[in-house]
């Protein structure tokens, strides 16, 4: 019998480190028997990186940015993400909605109830389209202060147009990402990024494997 697809997000502050993770998962549910969708938000179809690229480089307003990143989240949701979910595959994705609603909502500003309105628009939209649920099973939020992140951030390569924004603005996106947590504690695992690389996977692999995910493993 196939094994129902599993919608997996990582989310964080950029410095956050989740992104190096998301490789060690995805091997670790290949070890497991299981088929891996990996892929990545803005982003994950060609229509949806020219997006990307729009977004991360281009000077717009807050709600052309957010109605790139859904648009780009469209095209996602319905070439990748639901026929993966269709297939039994594990999709793990580098950011979805709540980035969304941390970045344009707490740290642009941008009025929330139009972010709700859109993602209800693309979400539900698209779910009753594929016939499939696209809410994450569960997000790994890596929670690390500003100040932490922007030291990371120092010595990374040149910043796109949201990593060269100042600490207030990585404050105020990870007040939207507590938010988020404490609106949906269900779906969401807080992950303590302060900690080294070993430690974090740590807390990984012990959350999916708590949630019935992942089967116990070696560390």
């Given at each position: 019998?196939?094994?129902?697809?599993?919608?997996?997000?990582l989310e964080g502050i950029d410095g956050a480190g989740k992104s190096s993770h998301i490789d060690a998962l995805a091997q670790a549910f290949t070890a497991q028997g299981r088929t891996i969708t990996l892929t990545r938000e803005p982003g994950g179809t060609p229509l949806a990186e020219?997006?990307?690229?729009?977004?991360?480089?281009?000077?717009?307003?807050?709600?052309?940015?957010?109605?790139?990143?859904?648009?780009?989240?469209?095209?996602?949701?319905?070439?990748?993400?639901?026929?993966?979910?269709?297939?039994?595959?594990?999709?793990?994705?580098?950011?979805?909605?709540?980035?969304?609603?941390?970045?344009?909502?707490?740290?642009?500003?941008?009025?929330?109830?139009?972010?709700?309105?859109?993602?209800?628009?693309?979400?539900?939209?698209?779910?009753?389209?594929?016939?499939?649920?696209?809410?994450?099973?569960?997000?790994?939020?890596?929670?690390?202060?500003?100040?932490?992140?922007?030291?990371?951030?120092?010595?990374?390569?040149?910043?796109?147009?949201?990593?060269?924004q100042p600490q207030a603005f990585f404050e105020r996106v990870a007040r939207g990402y507590a938010d988020r947590a404490a609106a949906d504690p269900?779906?969401?695992?807080?992950?303590?990024?302060?900690?080294?690389?070993?430690?974090?996977?740590?807390?990984?692999?012990?959350?999916?494997?708590?949630?019935?995910?992942?089967?116990?493993?070696?560390?």
């Open positions: 019998m196939m094994q129902p697809g599993l919608f997996i997000t020219k997006l990307r690229t729009l977004v991360l480089n281009d000077a717009m307003d807050p709600l052309t940015e957010a109605l790139l990143i859904f648009a780009a989240r469209r095209d996602h949701l319905c070439h990748v993400i639901a026929p993966a979910l269709a297939r039994g595959d594990v999709v793990l994705c580098d950011r979805f909605t709540d980035a969304t609603f941390a970045y344009q909502g707490a740290g642009r500003g941008f009025d929330l109830d139009v972010l709700s309105k859109l993602e209800h628009m693309v979400l539900v939209n698209t779910a009753v389209a594929t016939n499939f649920a696209l809410k994450p099973d569960a997000t790994l939020w890596f929670d690390l202060p500003a100040a932490v992140a922007a030291q990371r951030l120092a010595s990374a390569r040149v910043p796109d147009r949201f990593e060269a269900g779906r969401f695992v807080r992950i303590d990024a302060t900690q080294d690389r070993s430690a974090v996977w740590q807390q990984v692999q012990h959350a999916l494997v708590q949630r019935g995910y992942l089967a116990p493993g070696p560390a």
